[in-house]
């Protein structure tokens, strides 16, 4: 009889890990401030000026730019406000094309959607899972006109090489850097590399104002029409003198004084955050070291990851189990495993029926660019077969926590035989 709880034993941690809490004293503090002030939002949707926002965005936003070591920070209400904010700014047209990642959330794929553009998926690396540059450069046509790239999971993708490739090209680069927020490529913060970068400020990230986003730029011009769509620039182009009317319809994207508050004491202690997410994630790693058959997450040469998935990759074939059953081993034990993106984007209905904007399938009907199961090999086989994540942003962890997450590793790594049984049996 084995001793691992999904073959009926007890399991290491029985009750549920405690949720990250990341808003206390300060925050209420900061909140209570606002409400005192009567003003919980400081925009005016017409050219005076209020048209940037109220006293607490403006400071958030210069606090950000001032942290990220970059010219211009835009604060939204989302990331995916954001997403659609950059795809404004940048000019894209109907018809054009974006390279983006199908590993990713689903948000960054439907950003060129907005604007009539149509995502054209390119390949990952099978290492830290962001775009491959050598897919990339294959799927640009002569109708691409930005690299939408995500430093998925906490680490940057190959930032420099992207951007690189981009110029060569005359391509804008954007970064979804939702999950990367101090991840960094040689000393750069991720975010800041491309022409523009977008951070998440949802309760899930790293730190977070409920909902919320923003975006950075070291480009004036990106920074004064990024700001424009996230605040109706229809209504404000002629008084504020702008001759480039592309995209300058906006919307109301705009960031309240009670989340720009927040924002400001969270980035205060985004250090602490940060770190507590990269000690759990490296005693993760150290608990499967020296393992045949499972591989911790790879941190390149040069990068910090941020670690907003712990994600290992399991070698079926090595292991003698699939990441499935090591998986629910995993988790009946107590370590919570994180099951996102479990298809490549590529095979969501929107795009495998071409139903987007409208009746008549636009913008993919004025496209030829295709869909098809087994067009990016690398990401079909990293998520049917591989790989086995754990959300270090979700938990309030002690040092006995991780501890026990440790042995939980020990545990089922010693068992593995029982494991091969079980799943022979499974398969009879
Ligand atoms: C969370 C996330 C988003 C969406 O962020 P919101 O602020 O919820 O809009 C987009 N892209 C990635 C990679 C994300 O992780």
């Known amino acids: 009889m084995s001793n691992l709880a999904l073959l009926g034993g007890t399991p290491i941690i029985s009750e549920p890990l405690k949720p990250y809490r990341s808003i206390g004293e300060k925050e209420k503090k900061a909140v209570n401030e606002v409400m005192d002030s009567g003003v919980i939002s400081g925009f005016y949707g017409s050219w005076n000026d209020k048209f940037w926002g ?28 954001g997403l659609y904010a950059s795809m404004a700014a940048i000019g894209i047209s109907p018809g054009d094309e974006v390279i983006v990642s199908p590993y990713t959330m689903s948000a960054t794929a439907m950003a060129p959607l907005g604007y009539g553009a149509i995502p054209v998926f390119a390949d990952i690396e099978p290492e ?10 294959q799927k640009i046509s002569p109708r691409t006109k930005a690299i939408l790239v995500t430093n998925i999971f906490g680490h940057a993708a190959r930032l420099k090489e992207l951007k690189a490739l981009a110029d060569k090209h005359d391509l804008y680069l954007i970064e979804d850097n939702a999950q990367a927020p101090l991840g960094t490529e040689d000393g750069k913060y991720c975010g800041t590399i491309g022409d523009i970068g977008i951070f998440s400020l949802n309760y899930h990230k790293h ?7 923003i975006c950075t730029t070291n480009d004036d011009a990106l920074a004064e029409r990024l700001a424009m769509v996230r605040n109706h620039a229809e209504a404000v182009v002629e008084p504020a003198g702008v001759e480039n009317l592309v995209n300058m319809f906006g919307f109301n994207l705009r960031m309240t004084e009670l989340s720009a508050a927040i924002g400001i004491v969270q980035l205060e202690d985004i250090d602490d955050h940060i770190n507590k997410r990269i000690k759990l994630s490296e005693a993760l790693s150290d608990a499967i070291n020296g393992l045949d058959g ?3 997450p790879h941190v390149r040469d040069g990068c910090k990851h941020v ?4 994600a290992a990759k399991v070698d079926k074939d090595i292991l003698g189990i699939s990441r499935t059953t090591l998986s629910k081993a995993l988790i009946t034990e107590g370590l919570s495993n994180f099951e996102g993106y479990l298809n490549p984007l590529y095979l969501l209905p929107i795009f495998q029926k071409r139903i987007a904007m409208g009746r008549d399938g636009f913008p993919f009907n004025q496209s030829d660019v295709t869909y098809e199961k087994g ?9 049917y077969n591989r790989l086995l994540g754990f959300a270090p942003c979700m938990y309030d962890v002690s040092d006995h926590d991780i501890k026990q997450l440790q042995d939980i590793c020990h545990k089922v790594f010693e068992n593995i035989d029982d494991l091969k049984k079980y799943e022979k049996e499974q398969e009879q």
């Not at 070591?69 to 604060?75: F, G, L, N, P």
């Not at 830290?128 to 450069?137: M, R, Y």
């Open 375 to 383: 067009m990016c090999p690398v990401v079909e086989d990293m998520k």
């Open 307 to 310: 670690y907003y998935v712990w």
């Open 294 to 296: 499972v591989t911790a």
């Open 54 to 81: 109220g006293e607490k965005v403006k400071q958030f936003e210069k606090s950000w730019a001032k942290q990220f070591d970059v010219k211009h920070a835009i604060s939204v209400n989302s990331n995916t406000s």
């Open 128 to 137: 830290t899972f962001g775009l491959d540059p050598k897919s990339v450069e």
């Open 207 to 213: 730190i977070h104002t409920g909902e919320g986003g």
